[in-house]
C-alpha cells in the first residue's frame, strides 16, 4: 500500500488510518475492554500503523463506570507500540449537550502527562489541539507544543477543526505536522484548506470521511441503531428521512463507478478522497472486522480523474446538512 509522508517530518504510515473513538464513544454502549482491544490487536494484523484516540473519547460501562478510549487503545498496542504511529488530542470536555474547551498551558501539562499514563507509553507521535480555545491565543499552544518537542513527550503535532488563520499563526512558532479535520464526500466545507497544506507541507487527516457511516450505505434509519443509547448518530441529520433520501441519490452514482473497481460505496468514499489529494489520511472507524478489513483495502484502491470528476460533479449540484462535531 502506499505510504503517506506525516508532514515534513521522516515518518511514513500507511494511506488509511484508524479512528479507535468509536469503540467506547458515541457509537452506542462501550464495548467490553477486552473485545475493544482485540479489535484494536487484529486492525494491526491488517496492517493498520496510524491509530487515533483522545482524551474526551469516554463513555459509560454498564456497571457505571467510565470507558477511556485511551486506556483501551494503550492496552491494544502494547505488544507493537514501537511499530505504530499513535496520535491523542487534548483541550476538550464532553459536557451533556456542548464541549468545553481549555488550551491554557497548564492543562495541556495536566493532559499530556494523564494522557501518557492511559495509553501506557512514554512518548505520544502526533499530540492534537483537539479544538481551538478562543480563550488561548494560537502562539501560545505552539510555544507548549515546542516545549513538549524537546522534552521528548511528543514527537510531532497537530490541530483539530482548525482554519488557515490559527494553522498559520500557530504554524510560524512550531510547524505544524498534521490537521484533522472533518472532511467527506458530504462534508467539503474545509477544501480551502488543501491548498494551505500543500504550500506548508502539513498533512490532511480526515476523520468521519463516511459521514459517520452515512456513506456506506448500510443504515438506512435510526433503527438500525438499535437502542440508540449512547449513540450520537441517532440525532444527526444525515439520518433523517431527508438525510438518508439524498445520501443515497449520491450512492447511485458512486456505487456505479464502484462496480468497475468491485468496491463498495465506503470504500469508494475513500478511495474518492485519497486518489484527489496525496497528503490526505483518512482515519474511518468501525467495531466490525470485516469493515475494518474492507476500510483498510480502499487504500489500495485507484481511481481514474474521469471518474473523480463524475462524482465531483454530482457533489457540486447537491447540499447536505451533515453533522460537524467530533
Same mark, same amino acid.
Not at 179 to 185: K, Q
Not at 286 to 303: D, F, H, P, Q, V
Given at each position: 500500500?502506499?505510504?503517506?509522508?506525516?508532514?515534513?517530518?521522516?515518518?511514513?504510515?500507511?494511506?488509511?488510518?484508524?479512528?479507535?473513538?468509536?469503540?467506547?464513544?458515541?457509537?452506542?454502549?462501550?464495548?467490553?475492554?477486552?473485545?475493544?482491544?482485540?479489535?484494536?490487536?487484529?486492525?494491526?494484523?491488517?496492517?493498520?500503523?496510524?491509530?487515533?484516540?483522545?482524551?474526551?473519547?469516554?463513555?459509560?460501562?454498564?456497571?457505571?463506570?467510565?470507558?477511556?478510549?485511551?486506556?483501551?487503545?494503550?492496552?491494544?498496542?502494547?505488544?507493537?507500540?514501537?511499530?505504530?504511529?499513535?496520535?491523542?488530542?487534548?483541550?476538550?470536555?464532553?459536557?451533556?449537550?456542548?464541549?468545553?474547551?481549555?488550551?491554557?498551558?497548564?492543562?495541556?501539562?495536566?493532559?499530556?502527562?494523564?494522557?501518557?499514563?492511559?495509553?501506557?507509553?512514554?512518548?505520544?507521535?502526533?499530540?492534537?489541539?483537539?479544538?481551538?480555545?478562543?480563550?488561548?491565543?494560537?502562539?501560545?499552544?505552539?510555544?507548549?507544543?515546542?516545549?513538549?518537542? *524537546? &522534552? #521528548?513527550?511528543? %514527537?510531532?503535532?497537530?490541530?483539530? /477543526?482548525?482554519?488557515?488563520?490559527?494553522?498559520?499563526?500557530? =504554524? @510560524?512558532?512550531?510547524?505544524?505536522?498534521?490537521?484533522?479535520?472533518?472532511?467527506?464526500?458530504?462534508?467539503?466545507?474545509?477544501?480551502?484548506?488543501?491548498?494551505?497544506?500543500?504550500?506548508?507541507?502539513?498533512?490532511?487527516?480526515?476523520?468521519?470521511?463516511?459521514?459517520?457511516?452515512?456513506?456506506?450505505?448500510?443504515?438506512?434509519?435510526?433503527?438500525?441503531?438499535?437502542?440508540?443509547?449512547?449513540?450520537?448518530?441517532?440525532?444527526?441529520?444525515?439520518?433523517? *428521512? &431527508? #438525510?438518508?433520501? %439524498?445520501?443515497?441519490?449520491?450512492? /447511485?452514482?458512486?456505487?456505479?463507478?464502484?462496480?468497475?473497481? =468491485? @468496491?463498495?460505496?465506503?470504500?469508494?468514499?475513500?478511495?474518492?478522497?485519497?486518489?484527489?489529494?496525496?497528503?490526505?489520511?483518512?482515519?474511518?472507524?468501525?467495531?466490525?472486522?470485516?469493515?475494518?478489513?474492507?476500510?483498510?483495502?480502499?487504500?489500495?484502491?485507484?481511481?481514474?480523474?474521469?471518474?473523480?470528476?463524475?462524482?465531483?460533479?454530482?457533489?457540486?449540484?447537491?447540499?447536505?446538512?451533515?453533522?460537524?462535531?467530533?
Amino acid at each position: 500500500m502506499r505510504k503517506v509522508r506525516l508532514g515534513k517530518t521522516d515518518i511514513y504510515v500507511n494511506a488509511v488510518g484508524l479512528g479507535c473513538m468509536g469503540l467506547t464513544h458515541a457509537s452506542g454502549i462501550p464495548l467490553p475492554k477486552k473485545q475493544a482491544v482485540e479489535i484494536l490487536q487484529k486492525a494491526h494484523d491488517m496492517g493498520y500503523d496510524f491509530y487515533d484516540t483522545a482524551q474526551c473519547y469516554t463513555g459509560i460501562n454498564p456497571d457505571g463506570s467510565i470507558a477511556y478510549n485511551e486506556e483501551v487503545v494503550g492496552e491494544a498496542i502494547k505488544p507493537f507500540r514501537k511499530d505504530i504511529i499513535l496520535c491523542t488530542k487534548f483541550g476538550v470536555k464532553h459536557m451533556g449537550d456542548h464541549l468545553e474547551f481549555d488550551s491554557s498551558p497548564q492543562t495541556i501539562r495536566k493532559s499530556i502527562e494523564e494522557s501518557l499514563k492511559k495509553l501506557q507509553t512514554d512518548y505520544i507521535d502526533i499530540y492534537y489541539q483537539h479544538r481551538i480555545d478562543p480563550e488561548v491565543e494560537p502562539e501560545v499552544v505552539a510555544s507548549v507544543m515546542k516545549e513538549l518537542i *524537546e &522534552e #521528548g513527550k511528543i %514527537k510531532a503535532w497537530g490541530i483539530s /477543526e482548525t482554519n488557515e488563520e490559527y494553522l498559520r499563526r500557530a =504554524h @510560524a512558532i512550531c510547524p505544524v505536522t498534521v490537521i484533522e479535520n472533518r472532511y467527506s464526500m458530504m462534508a467539503r466545507w474545509h477544501e480551502n484548506l488543501m491548498p494551505v497544506c500543500k504550500e506548508l507541507g502539513i498533512t490532511y487527516v480526515a476523520f468521519s470521511p463516511l459521514a459517520n457511516g452515512a456513506l456506506s450505505g448500510a443504515y438506512q434509519s435510526i433503527k438500525d441503531f438499535g437502542s440508540g443509547e449512547q449513540d450520537f448518530r441517532v440525532d444527526m441529520p444525515q439520518y433523517s *428521512e &431527508e #438525510g438518508i433520501k %439524498k445520501t443515497n441519490e449520491l450512492l /447511485e452514482v458512486v456505487s456505479k463507478i464502484g462496480k468497475k473497481h =468491485h @468496491a463498495t460505496n465506503a470504500q469508494m468514499s475513500l478511495a474518492w478522497m485519497m486518489n484527489k489529494y496525496d497528503f490526505i489520511i483518512p482515519i474511518p472507524g468501525s467495531r466490525k472486522l470485516e469493515r475494518l478489513k474492507s476500510n483498510y483495502e480502499a487504500g489500495n484502491i485507484e481511481l481514474s480523474q474521469e471518474e473523480i470528476k463524475t462524482i465531483d460533479d454530482k457533489l457540486d449540484s447537491m447540499e447536505f446538512n451533515v453533522f460537524g462535531g467530533h
